[in-house]
């Protein structure tokens, strides 16, 4: 591979650079325990024409804007080589789980908007009827690609991942999500759940196939303890499976494909969205659709990136916290003062939205550089107005959990009169 088609990697903590086809551009390098830095991998941008085929599946879509397609291309491997990476992948998706990636409907929805209080368009893109019933299978399908890509061209990098077992700290959408790719990608996998976890949930995952391992509160640690035993999991060599961009910067650029499909949709029907609303538990999603929606701003595809809001609950908000002890700072000075802005939530929480109950918002950097672009915001929904949120939403056709449609409690609680606003509405209701 020479120079210019290398397919780079660079952390926006530290500066380090990762070289993908030597090796996974999953957590930075560089990153040490205690070291204050917030390590993130994320793409290195090459300039790239924005994709105009219309193929519905995003990730032939969007190919071109995907780093391991890529690398693919930059190893020598033929267009044709991903189309069938990624068809086969299709197929055994819809052998596990009934269907593979589609684009996911967006739709205006007045009558939602109305019963909103919402003097304004209301576009809602729906993901919950989207592989595992959220989009979260979006950010691991592209982590999922890179290994593929990666055994299939032999790179050095493939030398590290043989035989790994995946690996997951979660009990709810990011769990059924890895354990449907896992098993249609045919590879094993390790979930860390807590005691309390949904039992509807682990057995799902373990009819998915995948080893489920408890995880108890140890009284002398601060932090998740699922999220610590998958930390150790991933230092004795699994792969990190996901969808903390700390921990797996593919799994945040997966999740772009959220804001690529979003920005064809808004330029289609010829809307100009003004304002997202984002629910915002670990951090991923928002993250993603900043990041995405600043790439199709930059190719020309929406005038502008919408303001980006993110929405937490009352009982667990470290974004807001880590936003008011932000204010004006620099944020690359942030990036390596990460314990001044963001710390595990002390208190235990609890809220109707209880997938976005995350103690950390892990990936707080590249939203708050996402909000700080676009005059955006972090605003904290009312136990009420996520139950209102969720109610409103189940009437109007959009069967998803509390967590799902957090975003549209955010709109309750921050009004945006006569201007267009666009939520994701995601995790449909079991
Ligand atoms: C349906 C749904 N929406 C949004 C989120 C928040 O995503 P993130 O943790 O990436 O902030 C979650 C997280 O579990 C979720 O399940």
């Known amino acids: 591979m020479t120079g210019s088609d290398r397919v780079m990697f660079r952390c926006h903590g530290c500066g380090a650079e990762v070289d993908a086809a030597l090796a996974a551009p999953f957590r930075c390098p560089q990153a040490r325990a205690g070291d204050d830095v917030d390590h993130v991998l994320a793409p290195v941008e090459p300039a790239v024409a924005w994709p105009s085929i219309a193929e519905v599946d995003p990730f032939l879509r969007y190919r071109a804007l995907l780093s391991p397609y890529r690398l693919a291309r930059a190893a020598g491997l033929p267009d044709g080589a991903w189309m069938e990476l990624v068809g086969t992948l299709d197929a055994r998706l819809a052998e596990v789980d009934g269907q593979g990636f589609r684009a996911t409907p967006l739709a205006a929805q007045p009558a939602l908007a109305g019963a909103a209080g919402h003097a304004g368009a209301l576009w809602v893109k729906n993901e919950t009827g989207n592989v595992s019933g959220s989009?979260?299978?979006r950010h691991l399908a592209l982590v999922e690609?890179?290994?593929?890509?990666?055994?299939?061209?032999?790179?050095?990098?493939?030398?590290?991942?043989?035989?790994?077992?995946?690996?997951i700290a979660s009990c709810g959408n990011a769990a059924l999500a890895a354990a449907v790719i896992a098993a249609a990608a045919r590879r094993p996998l390790d979930v860390f759940i807590p005691p309390d976890a949904s039992p509807a949930v682990v057995e799902r995952l373990r009819a998915l196939g995948a080893s489920i391992r408890v995880c108890e509160r140890r009284p002398s640690e601060a932090g998740d303890p699922c999220f610590l035993r998958f930390l150790e999991a991933v230092a004795g060599g699994a792969i990190p499976f996901g969808v903390q961009g700390t921990e797996n910067g593919l799994a945040?650029?997966?999740?772009?494909?959220?804001?690529?499909?979003?920005?064809d949709g808004l330029r289609a029907a010829g809307v100009r969205p003004d304002v997202l609303y984002?629910?915002?538990?670990?951090?991923?999603?928002?993250?993603?659709?900043?990041?995405?929606?600043?790439?199709?701003?930059?190719?020309?595809?929406?005038?502008?990136?919408?303001?980006?809001?993110?929405v937490q609950t009352a009982g667990c908000a470290p974004l807001s916290r880590a936003w008011s002890r932000l204010g004006r700072d620099d944020l690359a000075g942030a990036a390596r003062r990460r314990g001044r802005y963001m710390w595990p939530w002390e208190t235990t929480p609890h809220s109707v939205a209880h997938g976005i109950l995350d103690d950390e918002t892990y990936d707080w950097w590249a939203i708050a550089e996402g909000m700080r672009a676009t005059g955006g915001r972090p605003v904290i929904a009312s136990e009420a107005q996520l139950h209102l949120a969720q109610a409103l939403a189940a009437e109007a056709g959009l069967p998803a959990s509390a967590t799902g449609t957090a975003g549209l409690a955010g709109l309750l609680t921050a009004p945006a009169p006569g201007e267009t606003a666009v939520v994701v509405v995601s995790g449909l209701d079991r």
Request: proline residues 3%; positive net charge; glycine residues 10%.
């Open 252 to 263: 945040i650029e997966g999740g772009r494909t959220l804001a690529f499909e979003l920005a």
């Open 145 to 167: 690609l890179y290994l593929r890509v990666a055994e299939t061209a032999r790179l050095p990098a493939a030398a590290a991942l043989a035989k790994r077992r995946l690996a």
């Open 278 to 310: 984002v629910q915002v538990g670990g951090g991923a999603l928002a993250s993603a659709l900043a990041q995405g929606f600043a790439l199709a701003a930059a190719a020309g595809v929406i005038a502008r990136a919408p303001r980006l809001v993110a």
């Open 135 to 137: 989009h979260k299978a």
